[in-house]
Nanobody
Framework: VQLVESGGGLVQPGGSLRLSCAAS????????MSWYRQAPGKERELVAT????????NYADSVKGRFIISRDNAKNTVYLQMNSLKPEDTAVYYC???????????WGQGTQVTVSS
């Protein structure tokens, strides 16, 4: 199993970024996927989750209305569209597979998102 994130970077407050996570080594379309983030000195936070077929999504209250999780099962890729970014969104963002027992069993290496003027 391999999860490779991309798309992080430096953005000004109010800006947007789209993160991508390319998955390989498993049948992507049969697993829910999540994005987590961890800011310096803070606990890891579950940001968003999408079901295997993409029919249902869930978001942390802190990002609801600003972030959108989506997936393309033909491309084995999950995305996180981040809009109206705030300095408090600064963190390392991780793509995570949700195992069939609802455990978070595989993690990507993470991509840094920095929101600053």
């Amino acid at each position: 199993v391999q999860l490779v994130e991309s798309g992080g970077g430096l953005v000004q407050p109010g800006g947007s970024l789209r993160l991508s996570c390319a998955a390989s080594g498993f049948t992507f379309s049969t697993y829910a996927m999540s994005w987590y983030r961890q800011a310096p000195g803070k606990e890891r936070e579950l940001v968003a989750t999408i079901t295997s077929a993409g029919g249902s999504t869930n978001y942390a209250d802190s990002v609801k209305g600003r972030f959108i999780i989506s997936r393309d099962n033909a491309k084995n890729t999950v995305y996180l569209q981040m809009n109206s970014l705030k300095p408090e969104d600064t963190a390392v963002y991780y793509c995570v597979r949700v195992g069939h027992r609802r455990e978070y069993d595989y993690w990507g290496q993470g991509t840094q998102v920095t929101v600053s003027s």
